[in-house]
């Protein structure tokens, strides 16, 4: 075979494909294999090798045979002498690897022929794994493509050397394409396929808002401002929370830049997408009060519950109601997104008439005497704004002073309530085994989506106490046949063998057990110039609830759990299904949990069931 023919061809390909050169040398090795056996009908047990050089671009072909004293099938034999010139320490028969020399003058010709399929499939395979490797590694940056096609479903962008692919779920609304349009999009996943790499962009993804910012502004490039949250309903708004890690640094105006004209580079990029840009602050209260901007608010009050999760109830001026709350809800959707809190909005005048209805009833019922004047100044008030008189800043100051009295002495009731609550929930866990709080939910043998759903309660533990406390907050994450499945499931756990040595496995010291918080959504208090449903807002809040009653171990009881049993009959088909009714209770002689079920009673009695049996 010709060496410069060889050479050059190495070297063209190597230029045209723009791939490493030990890619085409293997490629080209593996083709002159093929060639070889293809050539010379080498059985494809027989070792063959093929071995180029880099620097002269000479091929070799090296094949395996059997030492022997007289050769017979020079194809597969070869001499002692001979032999050991490639293996001083062979003997008769070794197989040793030895160059093919009588390659006739032609194999090059047909070498060229049968592995020309061969080298073009693997340089393809070689290009797709180093175009995959080079997307992969852009995965989560921007990219600028060329719209190439586009349809009701899909746009196909041209990335050079690779095609992209922007869904309808990730195109902006209202936004239109067209051929040959540049188009920048942020690359979300990079997948293999057997055509080639599968890029898969988005234009309405919030990280490609975050990655714009870090373009447009150096400071947060070069990590002296920090990004802390976004939220974003692309094509239409979005909030975006910064903080400074440098001092002397304005976070805000950094992003805003002079005259606005860094962020209105990105405005324009997202196709006119509002940007509100807000600072970061430690204080809930005030990062909730800036996340509402451009609204002013007259008072944050926060509430954490264990059972509701994190709360912020919102006053805000009556003028500033449907500007706190945005077009559908928007500006209060996007801050709750953004800090995390889910946000009640209600404004003062709604917050004074439902306090000023509800003075005789506790625990407002202390403030007409300890705020005589200002109950009968907020009273005096209100009756102006129902006859529609002018009512003076003044006036409106002294209402929110009131609203804000009220919304405190309201907060203090029901931590004192959660506190009641906290002690039962102390109470129905120290009937369970602290192990459970240990043991993970994979171990109840739940199918995989049920199990998912289960992720946030951590362990078994947290799931039984979630179902002890307040079983209807379950019911709302699972369907009624999931239900029922779990509570199948954890019956057969507390009645099965291995209960006990499952508590063994488990450590003995139990984490500190927390029912998972709800996630954070928006409620809003509508106005009465929007919506003349809602007449009282505020009365369900501050109507008395009886003192909780803090349950021994003896009244506790747990969920009941209807359980089909199936019953087959002589043909082996299935009859309708008796159901058993069983409940989980605290055994006061034991010290534990056990379950009873429900008994038919005696026939001849015509009564219905009898009493619970363990």
């Known amino acids: 075979m010709a060496s410069n023919d060889l050479q050059l061809a190495f070297n063209e390909i190597a230029d045209l494909r723009a791939l490493p050169q030990d890619v085409i040398v293997e490629a080209l090795q593996h083709a002159l294999v093929n060639a070889y056996r293809k050539f010379a009908g080498?059985?494809?047990?027989?070792?063959?090798?093929?071995?180029?050089?880099?620097?002269?671009?000479?091929?070799?072909?090296?094949?395996?045979?059997?030492?022997?004293?007289?050769?017979?099938?020079?194809?597969?034999?070869?001499?002692?002498?001979?032999?050991?010139?490639?293996?001083?320490?062979?003997?008769?028969?070794?197989?040793?690897?030895?160059?093919?020399?009588?390659?006739?003058?032609?194999?090059?010709?047909?070498?060229?022929?049968?592995?020309?399929?061969?080298?073009?499939?693997?340089?393809?395979?070689?290009?797709r794994n180093a175009v995959y490797e080079e997307f992969l590694a852009r995965e989560g940056d921007l990219v600028t493509g060329t719209v190439q096609s586009l349809n009701s479903s899909m746009v196909t962008l041209s990335l050079g050397r690779a095609e992209a692919v922007l869904q309808?779920?990730?195109?902006?609304?209202?936004?239109?394409?067209?051929?040959?349009?540049?188009?920048r999009v942020y690359v979300m996943e990079v997948k293999k396929s057997n055509k080639g790499p599968q890029i898969l962009c988005s234009r309405s993804h919030r990280n490609m808002l975050r990655r714009l910012l870090e373009y447009e502004v150096p400071e947060i490039y070069n990590g002296q401002i920090e990004i802390k949250s976004i939220a974003r309903e692309a094509g239409f708004r979005s909030k975006v929370a910064v903080a400074a890690l440098q001092e002397g640094i304005d976070p805000v105006g950094a992003c805003v830049g002079m005259r606005g004209n860094r962020i209105q580079n990105i405005v324009k990029e997202l196709n006119g997408e509002k940007i509100d840009v807000i600072e970061w602050s430690a204080s809930a209260e005030q990062f909730i009060l800036k996340a509402l901007s451009p609204a002013k608010v007259a008072g944050v009050y926060l509430e954490e519950d264990v059972m509701n999760g994190r709360t912020a109830l919102v006053i805000v001026p009556d003028d500033q109601l449907s500007l706190a709350i945005g077009r559908e809800g928007q500006n209060a959707r996007l801050a709750a997104k953004l800090t995390g809190w889910r946000i009640d909005i209600?404004?003062?005048?709604?917050?004074?008439?439902?306090?000023?209805?509800?003075?005789?009833?506790?625990?407002?019922?202390?403030?007409?005497?300890?705020?005589?004047?200002?109950?009968?100044?907020?009273?005096?008030?209100?009756?102006?704004?129902?006859?529609?008189?002018?009512?003076?800043?003044?006036?409106?100051?002294?209402?929110?002073?009131?609203?804000?009295?009220?919304?405190?002495?309201?907060?203090?009731?029901?931590?004192?309530?959660?506190?009641?609550?906290?002690?039962?929930?102390?109470?129905?866990?120290?009937?369970?085994?602290?192990?459970?709080?240990?043991?993970p939910i994979a171990k109840l043998g739940l199918p995989e989506n049920i199990t998912e759903l289960l992720a946030n309660y951590g362990s078994i533990g947290h799931v039984m106490l979630a179902t002890l406390i307040d079983e209807s907050r379950l019911r709302k994450n699972l369907s009624k046949e999931a239900m029922i499945e779990v509570q199948s499931a954890l019956d057969k756990l507390m009645e099965g063998e291995d209960f006990d040595s499952l508590l063994d496995e488990a450590p003995l010291q139990a984490e500190e057990a927390e029912v998972p918080v709800a996630p954070s959504v928006v409620s809003v208090a509508p106005s009465e110039d929007d919506l003349d449903v809602v007449k009282d807002a505020f009365g369900g809040i501050i109507t008395p609830r009886p003192e909780p009653e803090v349950l021994t171990q003896d009244q506790i009881e747990v969920y009941d759990v209807v359980e089909d049993d199936e019953e087959t009959d002589e043909d082996g088909e299935k009859r309708s299904a008796k159901k058993k009714k069983r409940q989980l209770v605290y055994d006061e002689d034991s010290g534990e949990v056990r379950t009873r079920r429900q008994r038919k009673g005696n026939r001849n009695k015509r009564g219905g069931w009898d009493e619970f049996e363990f």
């Open 42 to 127: 080498a059985s494809p047990a027989q070792a063959i090798e093929a071995r180029i050089e880099a620097t002269s671009g000479r091929a070799r072909i090296y094949v395996e045979k059997e030492v022997v004293d007289d050769v017979i099938s020079p194809l597969t034999e070869v001499t002692l002498e001979k032999a050991r010139y490639y293996d001083p320490e062979c003997n008769i028969g070794d197989l040793v690897m030895v160059q093919e020399e009588d390659t006739p003058k032609s194999f090059g010709r047909i070498a060229a022929q049968t592995a020309k399929q061969v080298i073009l499939q693997r340089i393809r395979e070689a290009e």
């Open 346 to 439: 209600k404004s003062v005048t709604e917050t004074v008439q439902g306090a000023l209805e509800n003075l005789d009833v506790p625990p407002l019922d202390e403030f007409p005497r300890l705020y005589p004047q200002l109950v009968e100044d907020s009273r005096r008030i209100i009756e102006k704004k129902t006859l529609n008189k002018v009512v003076m800043p003044e006036e409106y100051t002294l209402l929110a002073r009131f609203a804000s009295l009220v919304e405190e002495r309201l907060l203090e009731d029901r931590e004192s309530m959660r506190r009641s609550q906290q002690q039962q929930i102390e109470a129905v866990k120290a009937t369970l085994p602290p192990q459970l709080f240990n043991v």
């Open 168 to 183: 309808k779920s990730q195109q902006l609304p209202h936004e239109r394409y067209h051929a040959h349009q540049k188009l």
